[in-house]
């Protein structure tokens, strides 16, 4: 038996929708993004959605929105992947990292305040496994100190947090669609925005500073080269063929997702009585969209050897950024015991009852 961390499923739906896209002869930005634009907006319950090419992208160019000065503090994790931070240093930011609760993983409100200072232009959180950070608290803490707040969602696709969908409670919220997401795409991203100068940047900024998209250039009246210029932007934005896969996987996404909390109470069942193992701590007013199910183990090392001989492939998530060298080090005492101790186990909807029976029974008879 192997049983892998992750597995996407692509419905045939989707199969189908993106042979239809390649058929069309338009596989590039155009009608099926906009569509899924729309779409997903509207799940989410922000006003608009930008497309792009993939979740680094998305917390790049919110960042870029915000004009931030150069050299500017933003505070953050460093329990995220380095594309997070990386994003903070790709405009010209300094990634300061805050602690995390030790019971959640989550960037923690009271570290969070401690680092404010003059110098502090934005704040980046990141809903570590899908599990939503203090929302409420985090966006007052905002709006007292007049400190913008880019969301890092790339786990957090469909999670709820007091009865709304993260991607909807304040402007720039950042999403991940690469194969291994909740809303598996193969590749890409999206920035789901509330104000509508930042929307109509963000379209600017993913098609290299043009204010006009190539399919309407094409398809509407008036000459194909007219368009303007107006900024330095990049090439990030998301194709048709991304697009038609998302919008027929996005009709799925609650039914996963309700299929992760299953195999999560599951994991959590199996293994609360377990000497050695701690579980993560999860509030009532707030739904994880499991993307990740982690557990905190002692000598954890040991048993990833031992799950990994018997089949089973597990993570970690994730090594501390501030151990690399391109980055600060920071006192981080809760990111430390976390790091040191954490286990992503298999999380993917096509995992079976008996598999996440099997994956318990190795950690249970000890390691």
């Not at 959605?49 to 050299?71: F, I, K, N, Y």
């Not at 919220?173 to 809303?183: E, G, P, R, T, Y």
């Not at 104000?195 to 006009?212: F, I, K, Q, S, T």
């Amino acid at each position: 038996m192997r049983i892998p961390l992750f597995r996407p499923v692509i419905r045939e739906e989707a199969i189908d929708a993106a042979a239809a896209v390649l058929r069309s002869g338009w596989l590039g930005l155009g009608p099926r993004t906009e569509a899924f634009e729309r779409e997903f907006a509207s799940y989410v319950g922000a006003p608009h959605c930008v497309g792009l090419d993939s979740g680094t992208s998305a917390v790049h160019l919110a960042l870029r929105t915000l004009d931030l000065q150069p050299e500017a503090d933003v505070i953050t994790t460093a329990l995220t992947f380095v594309s997070t931070n990386f994003a903070i240093k790709y405009v010209g930011g300094r990634p300061v990292f805050a602690d995390i609760e030790p019971e959640t993983g989550n960037i923690a409100l009271g570290a969070v305040r401690e680092l404010l200072s003059e110098s502090t232009g934005a704040i980046v959180l990141v809903h570590y496994g899908g599990y939503p950070c203090d929302v409420d608290g985090f966006y007052e803490l905002s709006r007292d100190a007049g400190v913008p707040i880019v969301e890092d969602c790339a786990h957090a696709c469909g999670a709820v947090y007091r009865g709304r969908r993260i991607g909807g409670h304040g402007n720039l919220h950042a999403f991940s669609f690469n194969a291994v997401k909740n809303l598996p795409m193969g590749n890409g991203g999206a920035v789901t925005v509330r104000r509508p100068e930042d929307d109509m940047r963000l379209r600017r900024l993913r098609a290299l500073g043009v204010d006009a998209d190539v399919h309407r250039r094409m398809t509407g009246e008036g000459y194909h080269w007219d368009y303007g210029v107006t900024e330095i932007g990049f090439r990030n934005h998301m194709n048709d063929v991304q697009a038609a896969i998302g919008l027929a996987q996005l009709r799925y996404l609650d039914e996963d997702n309700a299929r992760r909390a299953e195999i999560a109470g599951l994991y959590r069942e199996r293994l609360s009585d377990v000497p050695g193992i701690s579980l993560l701590r999860y509030e009532e007013d707030r739904e994880s969209s499991y993307h990740l199910f982690c557990v905190l183990a002692e000598n954890r090392d040991a048993l990833v050897a031992k799950l990994r001989k018997s089949g089973i492939d597990v993570g970690v998530h994730y090594r501390r950024n501030d151990d690399f060298p391109i980055f600060e080090r920071a006192e981080l005492p809760n990111v430390d015991h976390f790091w040191r101790r954490v286990i992503s186990l298999p999380m993917h909807v096509s995992l079976s009852d008996d598999e996440v029976g099997y994956v318990t029974d190795v950690i249970r008879s000890g390691w």
